[in-house]
């Protein structure tokens, strides 16, 4: 499998191509926004882990013109922490986010958590209504009213866990552990982040996931 690594710092993309290698990933480099949108243009990556702040086309940008074209998974790496920053990535329809400094084991880890959940095949063929809201598996697609949902990959693969779990108390730690497919290291956000965007986009229905307090959340059966 090969790995696109974006950052204007050469140290660290040597980091993490090191790193990579012994995993038995190919690596590629780009110093800049502009040259992994280029690079993507002509090449396949089967992940792409991109920085934030760079000079000429900052990382956001760079996900939004890439996204244009491709669905290729994308873990953003970043020295800011602020939910605002995490959002915004999530929104873009990234697949994790890595906050600087970061430990290149943990890098690797997240790296085949996100290519095993992007390879896996999806068996569901369930199509499950509740109310106005309608969640079908096999054709991951949700639609609130009748009107289609633009979900991120990560809120569709939470949002599908919760409501195959619906009227089930989930963990905090279960959830993580179970959608995400990795040991989490401490920050939390993530998850919360995750559960206030899919709250936005359920509208209506955004009261069917419950926030279980100590606990973590449950997806309301009615």
């Known amino acids: 499998m090969k790995l696109l ?21 190919e690596t590629e480099e780009a110093a800049n926004g502009i040259q992994a949108v280029e690079m993507c243009r002509k090449n396949r990556y089967d992940l792409i882990i991109m920085d934030v702040m760079m000079p000429e086309l900052d990382g956001f940008s760079a996900v939004r013109e890439i996204r244009k074209n491709s669905t290729t998974p994308v873990i953003m790496l970043s020295a800011r922490g602020e939910e605002y920053d995490r959002i915004h990535g999530f929104e873009l329809g990234i697949d994790d986010y890595v906050v600087k400094p970061f430990s290149p084991k943990e890098l690797m880890m997240r790296v085949g958590a996100v290519l095993k959940r992007s390879n896996a095949e999806k068996q569901e063929s369930e199509v499950i209504r509740i109310d106005g809201l309608t ?82 959340y449950r997806f309301e059966k009615e």
Request: proline share 2%.
């Open 5 to 25: 690594i974006v950052d204007d710092e050469s140290r660290i993309r040597s980091l993490i191509a090191k790193y990579a290698s012994f995993e038995g990933y």
């Open 135 to 216: 969640v079908d598996f096999t054709a991951r697609r949700v639609t609130v009213d009748g009107q289609e949902l633009d979900l991120s990959p990560k809120e569709y693969d939470l949002l599908f866990y919760m409501v195959r779990n619906r009227g089930i108390a989930l963990s905090r730690e279960k959830l993580i552990s179970d959608v995400w497919g990795y040991d989490f290291f401490g920050d939390d956000r993530t998850l919360d982040t995750h559960i206030k965007l899919l709250r936005r986009q359920l509208g209506p229905y955004a009261d069917r996931i419950t926030t279980l307090r100590g606990v973590g």
